[in-house]
């Protein structure tokens, strides 16, 4: 099975701030990697996948990037909405499998 | 708009069964994968299970192989899961959702049923 690590697994971060959240897999997964938004109470969100590509409606203040078994999530302007819990998932081979969440709070 | 209506959570005894319904609608239900992920109280996503558009390919987390069975009729747009042999572990919030077209990531997702499974 293909570990997901992300980090870090919490952080806090002020309206504005770019914050960054880093997924490594365990082997190569062929850019086959999403990213998902999950606001308490909610379902999740997708935001990004193929590593890179923003999912249709998704705001441009979400990038993603990397190859191989290193990936990012950026968002450039922290705003209160963007408060969440963030997984990464790769899609690669069986089974499917995320990473452990990195839970943004507001500063 | 894509919806995904989840149903069939509630409480049940270790051992028991329970099967869980997805009604979907705003899309073309039999032209894309679908997959079942769970969410434990407190916890990350987990995938359960995911089935091909026309039911002949299915696949499953180690975790629940021979106790859960998914299955959908495209007739009716929908998507189950068959729970049998529950556990305490497999307390969760339960999440139908639809691929991308292309690829085995979720889309969309529907805003899950809990399933508790305590005596």
């Known amino acids: 099975d293909i570990q997901m690590t992300q980090s870090p697994s919490s952080l806090s971060a002020s309206v504005g701030d770019r914050v960054t959240i880093t997924c490594r897999a365990s082997?190569?997964?062929?850019?086959?990697l999403a990213w998902f938004q999950q606001i308490p109470g909610k379902a999740p969100k997708s935001l990004i996948y193929?590593?890179?590509s923003l999912q249709s409606g998704v705001p441009s203040k979400f990038s993603g990037s990397g190859s191989g078994t290193h990936f990012t999530l950026t968002i450039s302007s922290l705003q209160p909405e963007d408060f969440a819990t963030y997984y990464c998932?790769?899609?690669?081979?069986?089974?499917?499998?995320f990473g452990g969440g990195t839970k943004v709070e507001i500063k | 708009e894509v919806q995904l209506v989840e149903s069939g959570g509630g409480l049940v005894q270790p051992g028991g069964s329970l099967r869980l319904s997805c009604a979907a609608s705003?899309?073309?239900?039999?032209?894309?994968?679908m997959s079942w992920v769970r969410q434990a109280p407190g916890k990350g996503l987990e995938w359960v299970a995911n089935?091909?558009?026309?039911?002949?390919?299915?696949h499953y987390v180690d975790s629940v192989k021979g106790r859960f069975t998914i299955s959908r009729d495209n007739a009716k747009n929908s998507l189950y899961l068959q729970m049998d042999s529950l556990r305490a572990e497999d307390t969760a919030v339960y999440y139908c959702?639809?691929?991308?077209?292309?690829?085995?990531?979720?889309?969309?997702w529907g805003q899950g049923t809990l399933v508790t499974v305590s005596s």
């Open positions: 959702a639809r691929d991308d077209y292309n690829y085995r990531y979720f889309q969309h």
């Open positions: 705003g899309f073309t239900f039999s032209t894309y994968w």
């Open positions: 089935i091909r558009q026309d039911g002949s390919e299915k």
């Open positions: 082997q190569g997964i062929n850019n086959y």
């Open positions: 193929a590593a890179s």
């Open positions: 998932q790769q899609y690669n081979s069986y089974p499917l499998t």
